[in-house]
Nanobody, 118 residues
Framework: VQLQASGGGLVQAGGSLRLSCAASGRTLSSDVMAWFRQAPGKERELVATINWGGGNKFYANFVEGRFTMSRDSPRKKVSLQMNSLKPEDTAVYYC????????????WGQGTQVTVSS
């Protein structure tokens, strides 16, 4: 599975950005797709997950209802709509995928920078 992330940029606090991740290769409807982020000097953290088939979603607590992850299964694309952005959301955001039987994410896209100015 190959993943291509896009959509990062610079936005003022309170603004919105939409990240996209296009998957190619042998994806399965049971695969779990995820967005992670890593801020400078901090560990990478999970932001949100969704599976291709059922749309089951998970959000980290810090999302606080501001982000929405969605999928377009026929087009093998997932998105992360980020609203009410805060300066602490500044990070490199990564798209990732794993098989349901896997305990770790084995497929990663390149990161896309999100910078939120105060």
């Amino acid at each position: 599975v190959q993943l291509q992330a896009s959509g990062g940029g610079l936005v003022q606090a309170g603004g919105s950005l939409r990240l996209s991740c296009a998957a190619s290769g042998r994806t399965l409807s049971s695969d779990v797709m995820a967005w992670f982020r890593q801020a400078p000097g901090k560990e990478r953290e999970l932001v949100a997950t969704i599976n291709w088939g059922g749309g089951n979603k998970f959000y980290a607590n810090f999302v606080e209802g501001r982000f929405t992850m969605s999928r377009d299964s026929p087009r093998k694309k997932v998105s992360l709509q980020m609203n009410s952005l805060k300066p602490e959301d500044t990070a490199v955001y990564y798209c990732a995928a794993r098989r349901t039987i896997a305990t770790t994410y084995g497929f990663w896209g390149q990161g896309t920078q999100v910078t939120v100015s105060s």
